[in-house]
Nanobody
Framework: QVQLVESGGGLVQAGDSLRLSCAAS????????MGWFRQAPGKERAFVAA????????DYADSVKGRFTISRDNAKNTVYLQMNSMKPEDTAVYYC????????????????WGQGTQVTVSS
């Protein structure tokens, strides 16, 4: 089992930048594809970004393309989400998730989740 802990959330103004971090422990981090999801109040959990185990593949929701960047540092067992030009609609609880994969593929079924970190963007 892998344990995930998100950090870096907070209150920012529209147009600001914020970087979220997700630290992993308990298993070999490089065996997992990683993803970021978010859930706004009253809404379903939504996909934000994903990255394969060796960072050979990345994917983003249309709503964040060009603004958010997912990256990982396997030496530090950490995945990041750099959020630029933030908008009020980015307000949500952001979750980090892990999917154990054999190949350098994006995650499909995420078995492990962090506790979430609140991101609030004011106008």
């Amino acid at each position: 089992q892998v344990q995930l802990v998100e950090s870096g959330g907070g209150l920012v103004q529209a147009g600001d930048s914020l970087r979220l971090s997700c630290a992993a422990s308990g298993r070999t981090f490089s065996n997992y594809a990683m993803g970021w999801f978010r859930q706004a109040p009253g809404k379903e959990r939504a996909f934000v970004a994903a990255i394969s185990r060796s960072a050979g593949r990345v994917d983003y929701a249309d709503s964040v393309k060009g603004r958010f960047t997912i990256s990982r540092d396997n030496a530090k067992n950490t995945v990041y989400l750099q959020m630029n030009s933030m908008k009020p609609e980015d307000t949500a609880v952001y979750y980090c998730a892990a999917d154990r994969t054999t190949w350098d593929a994006l995650g499909r079924v995420y078995d492990y989740w962090g506790q979430g970190t609140q991101v609030t963007v004011s106008s």
